[in-house]
């Protein structure tokens, strides 16, 4: 019997498993000492027989190298980092008004978790929630003599922050939240270096090497941006993927993210300068390197994309809101030039379309800097169910207003599905919740399949 986790959280926007979740974040503000902090999740069977759901808790960590640890097993395999769990875990303070469920194929069911807190509780605390359908037979293309199961687990992160809600007078949200401990944002950059191939590596690539530092006592999402330049011609020939990465930093921890430089690189001398940003204010540094190449490294040019002037975090962005909610997301730009770039924003509705703003609408980003455009969609009480596509586009021209050559125009898809209406919706999340996961897919899981 094997066991394939699928994870739903931190930054992708979707997974395919036996059971489906809504959300795939949860954000909950409790009290300490408090009432129990009530928050809901959504459940559906997705596939095409009944299931015996179970639903758990499980503590999480990152560590240094951005390896996701589960509490379980890592308390009696890690025993080093038992301490960190009793400090950050959310496992304990988590309790569902149904844990265990059977449910027929294409069955809905919400459940209404609680998080208690205890008089002491101070700072934040993370957990996974996890939907474990069972075991499906894993169908083969080819006759086999073995009868090989596997559970495809679902989980979603959720957040536990000890504070007290109060109502709010901004129309966007219906209460703020002052928390137990105050927070403070703060980031570095601790080392910035490159690390090239030897002879007999299979893949031919520099890697970049950022030792990153969040000194702060709330949690971050740092998003890295490095551009590598010729610094013979002055010119950016890649922006360094780092996609690979979890981008959450628990309070007070140290990452080591690694990209490749894709490009082949002939002989000669090249900078690299690397931007990590949090959306949180000041919290954001950069450092710059520069590294000479002695003996061409060939790359992998065959993966590489070419670099326009401007590229988005993600070039398709899906929300789902109920009529009379309002969805937002946050769009990553990013200048990929040595020079000002001034961008233009605009929206291009479909004919249903409607409720759509994005802020700011014109802006100027520096050489190798990003940006955050912020979306907000509201969705009309009247709203039937369906689906609304929108195109976003960014448009980049240079300091005296000229259009790049070939337009250099950067677009990206918005698909709102508009829900069915739920009188039992919950209150928007307080601002605080702003500070929400965007980018790339997580790492898997490992995980083993073997014979029955």
């Known amino acids: 019997i094997g066991w394939l986790w699928v994870i739903a959280a931190l930054c992708v926007r979707s997974a ?191 890697k970049v090497v950022a030792a990153v530092d969040n000194s702060s006592n709330g949690h971050l999402f740092a998003d890295l941006t490095a551009l590598v330049r010729d610094a013979t011609t002055n010119r950016v020939i890649e922006r360094v993927d780092f996609s690979s990465h979890f981008r959450l930093m628990f309070p007070e921890s140290k990452r080591v993210f690694v990209g490749d430089i894709l490009s082949p690189l002939p002989k000669g001398t090249y900078q690299v300068r690397l931007q990590v940003d949090t959306g949180m204010g000041s919290a954001r540094d950069t450092e710059v390197t520069q590294f000479g190449v002695l003996e061409p490294v060939v790359g992998l040019p065959g993966q590489m994309q070419g670099i326009g002037v401007l590229s988005v975090d993600n070039d398709r962005v899906s929300l789902a809101e109920a009529p009379g909610g309002t969805a937002r997301h946050e769009i990553v730009l990013y200048n990929n030039v040595d020079e000002r770039v001034r961008v233009e924003t605009t929206l291009e509705e479909s004919p249903d379309g409607g409720g759509v703003t994005l802020a700011p609408k014109q802006f100027v980003l520096a050489p190798g800097a990003s940006r955050v455009v912020r979306v907000r969609v509201r969705v009309p009480e009247d709203a039937p169910s369906d689906v609304r596509d929108y195109q976003i586009h960014f448009t980049p021209y240079d300091t005296d207003g000229r259009p790049f050559d070939g337009g250099e125009t950067k677009s990206v898809t918005l698909v709102v599905h508009v829900r069915p209406s739920d009188p039992t919706r919950l209150s928007p999340e307080p601002r605080e919740s702003e500070n929400a996961p965007q980018g790339a897919p997580l790492p898997p899981i490992p995980n083993t399949v073997s014979p029955k």
């Open 16 to 206: 395919v498993a036996n059971v489906g979740m809504t959300p795939m974040r949860f954000d909950v503000y409790a009290q300490p000492g408090g009432s129990p902090e009530p928050f809901r999740l959504d459940l559906v069977n997705t596939s095409e027989m009944a299931r015996d759901v179970t639903l758990s808790v499980e503590g999480f960590y990152l560590d240094e190298r951005g390896e996701m640890l589960l509490e379980t097993a890592t308390r009696e395999k890690r025993p080093e980092y038992a301490p960190i769990f009793d400090k950050y875990s959310a496992a304990p303070y988590i309790r569902f008004s149904e844990s265990q469920m059977r449910m027929e194929p294409g069955e809905h069911k919400t459940i209404t978790g609680e998080v208690t807190l205890p008089p002491s509780a101070r700072g934040e605390y993370f957990a996974l929630i996890v939907a474990n359908p069972g075991l499906s037979r894993l169908e083969s293309r080819t006759p086999s003599a073995h009868d090989i199961r596997i559970s495809l687990r679902l989980s979603a992160p959720v957040f536990v922050i000890a504070g007290t809600k109060k109502p709010s007078d901004n129309e966007e949200t219906s209460y703020i939240v002052e928390r137990a401990t105050p927070v403070r944002y703060s980031i570095q950059i601790d080392e910035l270096r490159v690390e090239f191939p030897q002879k007999d590596d299979p893949r031919q690539t520099v």
